[in-house]
T-cell receptor, first 115, second 115 residues
Framework: DAGVTQSPTHLIKTRGQQVTLRCSPK?????VSWYQQALGQGPQFIFQ???????QRGNFPDRFSGHQFPNYSSELNVNALLLGDSALYLC??????????????FGEGSRLTVL | GNSVTQMEGPVTLSEEAFLTINCTYT??????LFWYVQYPGEGLQLLLK?????DKGSNKGFEATYRKETTSFHLEKGSVQVSDSAVYFC??????????????FGQGTILTVHP
């Protein structure tokens, strides 16, 4: 049973560019959340998708956007990249429709470096 | 808003030593509390959780008790092993609904256990 998978694992971009990160949730899960983890810090919540809609959003600018597809996979898009966007981006999935246990399953993340 | 504060790290211990990692929180209402662990080269994974006051979460020899009067959720283990070396994150989620997808994390504590 595959867990949460993310791609790409590493990528380098320059300021002003745009990036798309992808996430496939754990089999049977219907909810995807995205987190940004700066070096030496805890993850910070970006947003959560359920039933193809953004359900909750953290304190991130509109440059950060996302999408959830009918197969529950998700994308995170960041426009007009800034140096400060360099971080590990984590995807987490859960099974909301089946009763909320509070456990999130995390992928290993996508390491973004902005030069 | 919600916040989580963890003890400053890193923490270095010898095998079989007693471990305590302090965690305090600020939140409205009755949040659920979690400890997540990140082993080298792996994604975050849930270690234990507690969903109401005085609950004790436990797993793999680790324990933490939800203390509402002191707004704390300290992690303890009686005898650590080299394999426990990892980064430990305390986290909380507001209760109910889709809120479990929105975790607020502490900054993480690096634990290194020497033989």
């Amino acid at each position: 049973d595959a867990g949460v998978t993310q791609s790409p694992t590493h990528l380098i971009k320059t300021r002003g560019q745009q990036v798309t990160l992808r996430c496939s949730p754990k089999s049977g899960h219907d909810t995807v959340s995205w987190y940004q983890q700066a070096l030496g810090q805890g993850p910070q919540f970006i947003f959560q998708y359920y039933e193809e809609e953004e359900r909750q959003r953290g304190n991130f600018p509109d440059r950060f956007s996302g999408h959830q597809f009918p197969n529950y996979s998700s994308e995170l898009n960041v426009n007009a990249l800034l140096l400060g966007d360099s971080a590990l981006y984590l995807c987490a999935s859960s099974f909301l429709a089946g009763g909320n246990t509070g456990e999130l399953f995390f992928g290993e993340g996508s390491r973004l470096t902005v030069l | 808003g919600n916040s989580v504060t963890q003890m400053e790290g890193p923490v270095t211990l010898s095998e079989e030593a007693f471990l305590t990692i302090n965690c305090t929180y600020t939140a409205t209402g009755y949040p659920s509390l979690f400890w997540y662990v990140q082993y080298p080269g792996e994604g975050l994974q849930l270690l234990l959780k507690a969903t109401k006051a005085d609950d004790k979460g436990s797993n793999k020899g680790f324990e933490a008790t939800y203390r509402k009067e002191t707004t704390s959720f300290h992690l303890e283990k009686g005898s650590v092993q080299v394999s426990d070396s990892a980064v430990y994150f305390c986290a909380l989620a507001s209760a109910g609904g889709t809120s479990y997808g929105k975790l607020t994390f502490g900054q993480g504590t690096i634990l290194t256990v020497h033989p």
